[in-house]
């Protein structure tokens, strides 16, 4: 969103873009990022935090693409029309997410093709959740009550985010990802009055789900690298273990509604706290799947380079599709 | 890399009759066409829209960011350009 191919006319040595780290420029900035006021696309930002941005922004659009694949694999399967065509309106959606995303990192002055290029040659990371198998019909309501339910924790402070075509795309995002949790529970309530079977399925969903979705909150703050310097850009809001911790006290009086229970024997509401206390992570897990030995790593991006190389003919064919077009419009004008 | 990129459009969209068409976000596209049919596809999925502009992104000309207190700021001083900025008596000042 906002494009960085805008023509900015009369760009001279004081005139243009400022490029160069300046201590004044950088006064000005941090008055405005104190003021809790948004830096748009073509204002003066620190190095740093442009390259944080970009980093952030493209995991998150890289995470909205590859998170197409685990749902993508039961749209064939889905068990009613109805189910089919939310499902398909979902996936639909996690693509439209991902391309604001990309427009947004675009505006950073990287372009689409550099972004898609790290993904698909492994140097950008995506959400290691979706390396999980999603092995039943069941877990397509699981991922959307909390894999999505966590993804719209992580999300909501984003929209407040300083900068601007980020904070914008996620303002979108978010009313987007209300349907996916709702219609995940849905599914998952629809499958909790069926048979015996159907109930263990969505149980077996939960105790395979469970961890690695709070896990997706990253790791404890003290261990977390970037949170410091990304609280004081204003580009995240509240701490990793403040989200988590929100998330498992929303989820778990959820579960009871649903009839099932969380895989962790620790799992108690802790008066003095006013919270859930819960068990300890494997963090060995988390890393491990983040550095690409989960059961979907090598699948999930083999699908993605596939679709990607598989269309190329498409996008060139197009692009001189208009090249010939123009041609003869110029000769005959 | 060579840049087989397809251009960058900005995308406007009109909410309902009686408003503005409202920047909304940006599409790669070919050509002016399916740029239309890409921004309908990622833009107005849920009705969010009656109309359509898509303007490729190079032919858009912006002010300078940097230009901005020369540009912006001979307004600041102006309120006489603003209706409250005049006091009239009790019996009239709803005009």
Known sequence: MYTQALDIPQQSADKGPKAVENPAYQAEFDAKIDAGGYIEAKDWMPEAYRKTLVRQISQHAHSEIVGMLPEGNWITRAPTLKRKAILLAKVQDEGGHGLYLYAAAETLGVSRDELLDALHTGKAKYSSIFNYPTLTWADIGVVGWLVDGAAIMNQIPLCKCSYGPYARAMVRICKEESFHQRQGYDLLLTMMKGTPEQREMVQDAVNRWWWPSIMMFGPHDKDSVHSGQSARWGIKRISNDDLRQKFVDATVEQAKVLGVTMPDPELKWNEERGHYDFGAIDWDEFWNVVNGHGQGNVDRLAARVKAWEDGAWVREAALEHERKRAAREHQAA | ?95
């Open chain 2, 1 to 95: 890399m060579e840049r087989k990129e397809w251009p960058l459009w900005e995308v406007f969209v009109r909410s309902r009759n009686g408003l503005d068409h409202k920047h909304c976000g940006s599409v790669h596209a070919p050509d002016a066409k399916l740029a239309l049919q890409v921004a309908r596809d990622v833009y107005t999925r849920r009705q969010e829209g009656v109309s359509i502009w898509v303007v490729e992104a190079s032919n858009i000309v912006a002010s300078d960011p940097d230009a901005k207190p020369e540009l912006f700021d001979p307004a600041e001083d102006k309120i006489y350009r603003h209706p409250t900025f005049y006091q009239l008596p009790d019996e009239v000042n709803h005009m």
